[in-house]
């Protein structure tokens, strides 16, 4: 919702919409999903090279979650779920899907919810790896 002051006179609130493929939308995207990426840097949770965190991957409207344990991935998945909450972002629980890797992860003993939906589990060559989220904005409005 935007209002906009001119000669000490406030307008009526009115809603920006951003159209998709507007030379604004990619700038504007990355300043409206900023805030999920730190707050998903500042759990310690996640994956990190050399103190770089690298638990969160994003292109465009597709995220990368990458964590050590099914419970740290929870973790942030519960963060990722919070912001959706605060700031009018959906996450596709049909288009998410989780994958681990290693020798001690069985499919059958690990599930990872995202707005109270378990995630789908999949395999690539009996190896079980993270999680792929699809962003679906609800709206994308500026605050002024």
């Not at 949770?45 to 929870?74: E, H, K, R």
Request: charged fraction near 15%; proline fraction near 2%.
């Amino acid at each position: 919702m935007c209002e906009m002051e001119w000669c000490l006179r406030v307008s009526k609130c009115f809603v920006v919409y951003v159209r998709v493929g507007g030379i604004l939308s990619p700038i504007l995207f990355n300043i409206y999903v900023n805030d999920l990426i730190d707050s998903l840097r500042a759990t310690s949770v996640g994956f990190s090279i050399s103190n770089v965190f690298m638990g969160c991957i994003m292109y465009a409207d597709d995220l990368i979650l990458i964590s050590p344990t099914a419970g740290g991935l929870q973790s942030i998945l519960t963060v990722c779920t919070d912001y959706g909450h605060s700031f009018d972002i959906v996450f596709n629980a049909k288009k998410c899907i989780f994958m681990c890797v290693g020798k001690l992860y069985t499919p059958a003993g690990i599930s990872v919810f995202i707005d109270n939906v378990a995630l789908t589990k999949v395999t690539f060559l009996n190896t079980w790896v993270l999680v792929s989220l699809q962003i679906e904005n609800r709206m994308l409005t500026c605050r002024i």
